[in-house]
């Protein structure tokens, strides 16, 4: 067989007759701009394999003001993230399930997820208001050190999990206001008597205190106020407060908010559900629930100071619990929760590693923060 030979520039110009080829070709298979499509095992193999669509109730309506627009943030942020793979719909309370029964809710399987705040589950699970508000307790940073850091996070999923579901820590909030009365508080004798809807174990102090205590729902609050039903009320914080009508009502508003100086909103998802999920779509909806916490404690804290600011315009009295009375209330929730702890060994549990931490972070809390006075 015969061989044809090429000159040396007939050589260089089928070499460069090759190349152009072959760039045409690439460019007709991907557009200029394109990224590749990337091959089995890339980067791209970790976006979430399931179309998840799920019914998620809520104990607080997605209309309140950083409690329910970090509701809405959740839900859109982990929609947009995973390309919609992975969409919780939120629904207001009551539409679905009660607002104090979301966790019955999703342990039962009625529904596979939902927003709650864990104190109301108190009655079901003694130790769940350690993971919601602890009087005279954590501020809101030192409780997510203790949660994502120090063991929290996997004493909540021990807890949760023989009940059939798992906690993820989805919203933060700083302290709350001490409440709203219709008269002044002006000693401890002024709590006596006092009807008053109050949440958690800060309820249990109060009624050690001789108050009359009530839960009740956000949606019920201001009617019971307006009508005498009840003398006094907590919620939330002043953004909030003010959104449900309480200073048009009872006029003497006091902090601080011993009972609640941090308040946690947990995602809680049916067990069944969650080990079904495959691991990128649980990190994804992990990862989604972190992001809210950091941008709703940032909102939680921008938005109260104009709120507090205007209130003597409304005629509202903005005042400071008496320092006897701050006492008082410290004394008893010390006798709450360890009376609590004897009762319950999961509650001993959770306290004694809170405690333990905050007695470690106060060695830092105490000297590397300038003091409030200053």
């Known amino acids: 067989m015969s061989s044809i030979q090429l000159s040396p520039r007939a050589a260089l110009m089928a070499v460069i007759t090759a190349l152009v080829a072959g760039i045409m070709v690439s460019l007709a298979i991907r557009p200029p701009g394109r990224a590749p499509t990337p091959a089995a095992g890339t ?15 809520s104990a607080f309506g997605t209309n309140l003001p950083v409690i329910g627009e970090s509701i809405l943030y959740f839900a859109d942020s982990l929609s947009k993230a995973s390309g919609g ?18 966790t019955d809710a999703v342990k039962e399987g009625k529904v596979e997820a939902g927003m709650t705040w864990l104190g109301y589950d108190q009655g079901r699970i003694p130790a769940s208001p350690l993971l919601a508000s602890v009087p005279f307790g954590m501020e809101p940073w030192e409780f997510m050190a203790w949660w994502y850091e120090a063991g929290g996070q996997q ?28 008269k002044p508080i002006e000693s401890t004798a002024d709590l006596d008597g006092l009807k008053i809807r109050f949440a958690g174990l800060g309820g249990q102090v109060l009624q050690r205190l001789g108050a009359s205590v009530t839960v009740l729902p956000a949606a019920e609050i201001f ?16 953004v909030v407060d003010k959104m449900l009508g309480f200073d048009r009502v009872a006029k003497y508003n006091y902090f601080p908010g011993w009972h609640q100086p ?38 939680s804290e921008a938005a109260q100071g104009e709120v507090v600011q205007a209130f003597a315009q409304a005629g509202v009295t903005v005042g400071t619990l008496p320092r006897d009375t701050l006492e008082q209330l410290r004394r008893a929730a010390t006798e709450v929760l360890d009376a609590e702890a004897a009762a ?23 000297v590397g923060y300038l003091p409030r006075d200053f």
């Open 43 to 57: 980067l791209s193999d970790a976006s979430p394999t399931q179309l998840i669509s799920w019914k998620m109730p």
């Open 85 to 102: 793979a992975i969409r919780l719909e939120p629904f207001e309370p009551g539409e679905l399930v009660p607002a104090l029964s979301v």
């Open 155 to 182: 004493l909540g999923s021990a807890l949760y999990e023989r009940h059939n579901t798992k906690p993820l820590l989805c919203g933060l909030l700083g302290p709350e206001t001490a409440g709203w009365f219709r």
């Open 223 to 238: 009617q019971a106020l307006e009508k005498g039903a009840i003398d006094a009320t907590e919620f939330s914080q002043p």
């Open 262 to 299: 941090f308040s946690a909103m947990h995602l809680i998802i049916n067990m069944d559900r969650w080990n079904g999920l495959t691991p990128q779509a649980q990190s994804m909806i992990e990862i989604a629930c972190t992001a809210t916490v950091a941008r709703y404690i940032a909102n």
């Open 344 to 366: 319950d060994g999961d509650f001993a549990r959770i306290l004694a590693s809170q405690r333990e931490f905050s007695q470690v972070y106060g060695a830092w809390k105490r």
